[in-house]
């Protein structure tokens, strides 16, 4: 999976809002059964979400990474149920490339920013950020969940949830 390739086409921004508003809207049985499609056809990506759920964050934090995870698989599946399996190397790589996405979003002077300022600065140092409607929208999602004053979504976890989403995303957008 070169890095320069991209099998999934860029998504509007009216596409990306109503794919993830359909998302959003699956019953409880559509989320169930997408999660386990999600990992009969991406085992590596499946692992890398579930891992780093389980490892780093409290329940509460890893069911909103896995359930915001489960979304954005939901959507890309939607585009092109045809996506090519990532490997664990290729995830490895596209987090190596995104260290710099957790530095900015961890940085001090971020981390008490409001939404607008912090997704602004996101994108000034990341032009050529893949699917970036998909990442505003997933950067809301988690937004409105650190601002309903989840207290184990602190500033540092929401660092790391959209440092994870954001490896998941670049994954699926070239598979």
Do not use: K
């Amino acid at each position: 999976m070169p890095e320069s390739r991209r099998r999934v086409e860029e998504l509007s921004e009216q596409n990306a809002e109503d794919l993830w508003s359909r998302s959003l809207n699956f019953l409880d049985g559509e989320r169930s059964r997408s999660w386990h499609e999600f990992q009969v056809h991406q085992p590596a990506l499946y692992h890398y979400i579930v891992d780093r759920s389980e490892s780093r964050f409290e329940p509460e934090v890893a069911e909103l990474l896995e359930q915001t995870a489960s979304l954005i698989w939901r959507l890309f599946f939607s585009v092109d149920d045809e996506l090519e399996r990532i490997m664990a190397a290729n995830i490895e790589d596209l987090e190596r490339s995104n260290a710099s996405v957790l530095q900015l979003l961890s940085d001090e002077s971020s981390l008490h920013s409001n939404f607008e300022d912090r997704f602004d600065m996101l994108m000034e140092h990341s032009s050529d950020l893949p699917q970036r409607h998909l990442f505003r929208l997933t950067f809301e999602h988690l937004d409105t969940a650190h601002s309903d004053r989840n207290p184990e979504l602190d500033d540092f976890n929401f660092a790391l949830l959209m440092f994870y989403l954001r490896v998941f995303i670049d994954c699926l957008d070239q598979a």
